[in-house]
């Protein structure tokens, strides 16, 4: 699987997050890189570079995402609920950072 998710902040902050992942019978391996900029800004992007690891287990993956040095790691859960709609919770540090069902919109 890859994805691929960009968010554009109020204050201007500009993310984009590309993870890719494969699926060996039970085991999920894969990297997660994201980068982060203030367009218009003289700063430097921040570049974090992380590794995926995780289990499939029935229509549940629980992946954990690691990045180097002392940045707390993720842990994402997608659960499939439908043949048309999946949720999504990331937490870090036991505080949940996000969590979004999608559904199909229309008949395919």
Do not use: W
Not at 21 to 42: C, H, Q, R, W, Y
Request: proline share 4%; with cysteine.
């Amino acid at each position: 699987m890859v994805s691929d998710t960009v968010c554009t902040g109020e204050t201007g902050l500009h993310k984009v997050s590309h993870l890719t992942i494969t699926l060996d019978a039970v085991k999920i391996v894969g990297t997660f890189d994201e980068t982060a900029s203030f367009p218009g800004s003289n700063a430097s992007p921040r570049i974090l570079k992380g590794s995926v690891s995780g289990v499939r287990a029935g229509d549940t993956a629980t992946l954990k995402i690691s990045f180097p040095g002392l940045i707390p790691s993720a842990t994402v859960i997608f659960k499939l609920i439908s043949s048309s709609s999946y949720s999504t919770q990331a937490t870090s540090l036991g505080v949940a950072m996000m969590e979004v069902t999608y559904t199909r919109a229309g008949g395919r």
